[in-house]
């Protein structure tokens, strides 16, 4: 059984309007990241948690929050989408700083 | 802040073949450095790590290790069109209170029956 999952898989959002993307995993781990994938850009990083009520920011978070409201749970929100925010968003889980990453299946985002 | 690169962007090999990617980093304290395979529409996927100058060898991989010259290379002996997929190369900045993983552009692997 997936121990990360996200939903929902796939998403049609008008600008500005308000997007939540939602990740639970059953992994156990302390961390947990939110990515977005672009051709051309790889993974970069949106948001990261290491403990339940704490998020930081990660290297693209302009346009984005987070929130852990448990160790199994973490979400990506999007006050006021825009037609940039036009990706696939992975969230992923890890045990420990150097740790394997495991991630989800994604979901596709567009914005229009 | 961390700059991972790869190469090539594209790699197509026969089937039995060996395939050869790499990646460069820009900070030679990084941590831990993994290889992750990516098939269309899924997720990233562990598929070896490396810690140590060297290398390390599981099953029909091979990773290279040179800190001093801020390269990783990835071997893939006996390719199958099974192994065609994205591969990713990821490395952990050395810092006390943060687990930012950076994430190299990918190498898009096709190995041809």
């Known amino acids: 059984e997936a121990a990360v999952?996200?939903?929902?898989?796939?998403?049609?959002?008008?600008t500005g309007?308000?997007?939540?993307?939602?990740?639970?995993?059953?992994?156990?781990?302390?961390?947990?990241?939110?990515?977005?994938?672009?051709?051309?850009?790889?993974?970069?990083l949106i948001h990261y948690s290491y403990v339940a009520d704490s998020t930081e920011k990660g290297d693209i978070p302009d346009g984005y929050k987070a929130s852990r409201p448990s160790q199994e749970n973490f979400s990506l929100i999007l006050e006021l989408a825009s037609l940039s925010q036009t990706a696939v968003?992975?969230?992923?889980?890890?045990p420990g700083?150097?740790?394997?990453?495991?991630?989800?299946?994604g979901t596709r985002l567009t914005v229009l | 802040q961390e700059k991972v690169q790869q190469s090539p962007e594209s790699l197509i090999v026969p089937e039995g073949?060996?395939?050869?990617?790499?990646?460069?980093f820009s900070n030679s304290a990084s941590q831990s450095i993994w290889w992750y395979q990516q098939?269309?529409?899924k997720g990233p996927e562990a598929l070896i790590s490396i810690f140590s100058n060297?290398?390390?060898?599981?099953?029909?991989?091979?990773?290279?290790?040179?800190?001093?010259s801020l390269h990783v290379s990835l071997h893939i002996r006996d390719s199958q069109p099974s192994d065609s997929a994205v591969y990713l190369c990821a490395v952990s900045p050395i810092s006390s209170n943060t687990n930012?993983?950076?994430?190299?552009?990918?190498t898009r692997l096709q190995v041809l029956p």
């Open chain 2, 17 to 24: 073949a060996m395939s050869s990617l790499n990646c460069t």
């Open chain 1, 89 to 94: 968003y992975f969230c992923a889980s890890s």
């Open chain 1, 97 to 105: 700083q150097g740790a394997e990453q495991f991630f989800g299946p």
């Open chain 2, 100 to 106: 930012k993983v950076v994430f190299g552009t990918g």
């Open chain 1, 5 to 14: 999952t996200q939903s929902p898989r796939s998403k049609v959002a008008v």
């Open chain 1, 17 to 44: 309007g308000k997007v939540t993307l939602s990740c639970h995993q059953t992994n156990n781990h302390d961390y947990m990241y939110w990515y977005r994938q672009d051709t051309g850009h790889g993974l970069r």
């Open chain 2, 54 to 68: 060297g290398n390390k060898k599981e099953g029909r991989l091979t990773v290279y290790l040179n800190r001093a």
């Open chain 2, 39 to 41: 098939h269309p529409g």
